[in-house]
């Protein structure tokens, strides 16, 4: 006959099965914590995608998010040990008979602790990052707006459409007498060959009088004069008013300050169009 004693080492089948559910949330919970892990060190690669895609400053490094994905990853394998573990040492109590809960807490408010470190971490990371990010932004928009160290190119807003915009600066052109050489409209010769591009025209002009001075003094000018004007629309369907700066010109083709004077007029034309 099988006594009382023996009876009660039996443990029940629900203590098994609640056991079982335990460890089963226990995995889920590693798991989670190693897919997000992974999302979170690839932040930075998104980041720097984000700026390039918004033509931000040379994007920067973001290696904190690296450091706590692999964080999170670690705690989720570090999750996923402990649950086997507990596991295993709570079927084997099961086993003996022992169903009163007698497992150390110190491991389980460990592991809490640490993740919510990492969480803390990560929050103040993430606001910091929030606020750089538009300020870039901000700063690269302000360097478009000045003459690039590397090219020398100048560029502007305008209010008006591409068209408008030629308009006005072809009359700005006839009111100062200056000559217009050439208009090209890149745009409509692309769509004469079954190509789209943005509305984007180019218009070269000058004066004799101006330009023939600073080519005596140093021929290779030549190749920038006349003077030229962009006028094109960005995918974002602002227009703007592109030159080459004077400053720039003078410094590629060692131009006296007295003969820059004959070129400069190109920025007061276009801050004129753009109004």
């Known amino acids: 006959m099988v006594g009382p004693d023996a009876m009660n080492q039996r443990a029940d089948l ?20 190693m897919g997000f892990g992974f999302v979170v060190a690839r932040f930075g690669l998104f980041l720097q995608e984000l700026q390039a895609a918004q033509h931000a400053i040379p994007a920067q490094s973001h290696g904190l998010s690296l450091w706590f994905g692999t964080a999170l990853i670690a705690g989720g394998v570090i999750v996923n040990i402990f649950a086997g573990r507990q596991y295993a040492r709570l079927v084997r109590r099961l086993d003996r008979g022992e169903t009163e809960h007698a497992g150390p807490l110190s491991q389980t408010v460990a592991i809490a602790v640490f993740l919510a470190l990492v969480g803390l971490a990560m929050a103040i990371y993430l606001i910091s990052v ?25 560029d502007t807003p305008s209010h008006h459409s591409v068209d408008e915009t030629v308009e006005k600066l072809k009359g700005i052109l006839t009111a100062k007498g200056v000559t217009l050489f050439a208009l090209v409209d890149h745009s409509g010769e692309a769509e004469k060959v079954g190509l789209r591009m943005r509305p984007t025209k180019l218009l070269v002009f000058g ?67 753009a109004e």
Request: net charge neutral; proline share 7%.
């Open 207 to 273: 004066s004799p009088k101006a330009g023939t001075p600073v080519m005596l003094a140093a021929p290779h000018s030549a190749i920038d004069l006349p003077l030229k004007i962009l006028v094109w629309e960005d995918a974002q369907g602002k227009v703007w008013i592109t030159y080459n700066s004077p400053a720039y010109l003078q410094e590629r083709h060692h131009l006296s300050p007295d003969l820059v004077q004959n070129i400069a007029v190109i920025e007061t034309l276009a801050a004129k169009t």
């Open 130 to 154: 929030g606020s750089s990010v538009p300020s870039q932004f901000t700063i690269s928009e302000e360097i478009s707006m000045t003459p690039s160290r590397g090219n020398g190119i100048v």
């Open 14 to 33: 629900r203590d098994y099965l609640a056991a079982e559910r335990t460890f089963l949330a226990w995995i889920r919970t590693g798991l989670a914590l």
